[in-house]
């Protein structure tokens, strides 16, 4: 569950920031009469992130056996591949993604077009929508569906709530922090659904074993315990790796903390955007 509740308050605050400088930038603007494009594009978005789910939710069904490990796997390795991208989006994020923002919001009032609003929120809200089916999927299989769901759905629910109090002026981020915070979750549950995902290749016999064990703490800690679960879940903890396995989870885990982890940590503290000045 607190793998799905940090993804969904992850996506969520995340997208909820995009809207919130959004309708600050129309506030400024003049334009709020323009806000009903971008909560077209905004639900438009979210409706088509859940048929985006049924769609993988139909595919995955339909498969049985050996394709359906080969599915999972990349459906995994398209999550690492997302996740990836999103570190490296979060070295970038303050003043870059926010002029993006304004730059977008001053062409669709330019053109006097409620529709490039719309496609500009449809975007964005997708964006974080489709990421969120993926790197929920690829949990569930480490969790159970009514675990993921709800998980999602609480995590979501917070991120509303931020996105509220954040526009309202009522709380101000420290965007800093949560983004740190949000870049060590990542690179922890990426390397796990690697990790994993290499399993699933291994046990469709596309990749090879060659060391069936580096360690066996069963005994110690299952990763089928309530602690180990958790662990598990959160950071891909794994009783009884291959080889492969083991190397895949280090390999991502030292490029991810060299990579991005380290510059991001090493940058000096920037002033937070706050929507009421944006």
Same mark, same amino acid.
């Given at each position: 569950?607190?793998?799905?509740?940090?993804?969904?308050?992850?996506?969520?605050?995340?997208?909820? /920031?995009?809207?919130?400088?959004?309708?600050?930038? /129309?506030?400024?603007?003049?334009?709020?009469?323009?806000?009903?494009?971008?909560?077209?594009?905004?639900?438009?978005?979210?409706?088509?992130?859940?048929?985006?789910?049924?769609?993988?939710?139909?595919?995955?069904?339909?498969?049985?056996?050996?394709?359906?490990?080969?599915?999972?796997?990349?459906?995994?390795?398209?999550?690492?591949?997302?996740?990836?991208?999103?570190?490296?989006?979060?070295?970038?994020?303050?003043?870059?993604?926010?002029?993006?923002?304004?730059?977008?919001?001053?062409?669709?009032?330019?053109?006097?077009?409620?529709?490039?609003?719309?496609?500009?929120?449809?975007?964005?809200?997708?964006?974080?929508?489709?990421?969120?089916?993926?790197?929920?999927?690829?949990?569930?299989?480490?969790?159970?569906?009514?675990?993921?769901?709800?998980?999602?759905?609480?995590?979501?629910?917070?991120?509303?709530?931020?996105?509220?109090?954040?526009?309202?002026?009522?709380?101000?981020?420290?965007?800093?922090?949560?983004?740190?915070?949000?870049?060590?979750?990542?690179?922890?549950?990426?390397?796990?659904?690697?990790?994993?995902?290499?399993?699933?290749?291994?046990?469709?016999?596309?990749?090879?074993?060659?060391?069936?064990?580096?360690?066996?703490?069963?005994?110690?800690?299952? $990763?089928?315990?309530?602690?180990?679960?958790?662990?598990?879940?959160?950071?891909?903890?794994? $009783?009884?790796?291959?080889?492969?396995?083991?190397?895949?989870?280090?390999?991502?885990?030292?490029?991810?903390?060299?990579?991005?982890?380290?510059?991001?940590?090493?940058?000096?503290?920037?002033?937070?955007?706050?929507?009421?000045?944006?």
């Amino acid at each position: 569950m607190l793998p799905a509740l940090l993804i969904g308050l992850r996506e969520g605050i995340e997208a909820s /920031l995009i809207i919130g400088m959004v309708l600050a930038l /129309l506030r400024q603007s003049g334009a709020l009469g323009m806000r009903k494009w971008l909560w077209l594009g905004t639900f438009s978005a979210i409706l088509a992130s859940l048929l985006g789910a049924l769609v993988i939710a139909s595919i995955w069904g339909s498969l049985a056996g050996r394709s359906e490990k080969i599915f999972e796997a990349l459906l995994m390795f398209v999550a690492v591949a997302l996740m990836t991208w999103l570190l490296y989006w979060l070295r970038h994020f303050a003043a870059a993604h926010r002029n993006a923002l304004a730059t977008g919001v001053e062409g669709a009032m330019a053109s006097g077009s409620g529709w490039s609003l719309f496609l500009l929120a449809f975007v964005a809200v997708f964006r974080e929508g489709i990421e969120s089916v993926l790197f929920l999927f690829a949990a569930s299989r480490r969790d159970s569906a009514e675990m993921v769901t709800s998980g999602a759905l609480l995590g979501l629910l917070l991120a509303i709530c931020v996105g509220v109090l954040f526009y309202r002026g009522i709380i101000s981020l420290a965007l800093r922090r949560v983004l740190q915070v949000s870049a060590v979750v990542l690179v922890l549950f990426a390397a796990g659904l690697l990790a994993h995902g290499v399993h699933e290749l291994q046990e469709a016999a596309v990749l090879p074993i060659w060391l069936h064990e580096v360690w066996n703490t069963q005994v110690f800690l299952s $990763d089928k315990s309530i602690v180990g679960s958790v662990l598990r879940s959160v950071f891909g903890y794994n $009783d009884n790796p291959t080889f492969i396995e083991f190397l895949a989870y280090l390999s991502y885990l030292l490029v991810a903390c060299f990579g991005f982890l380290a510059p991001l940590f090493s940058q000096r503290p920037a002033a937070a955007p706050s929507a009421q000045k944006i």
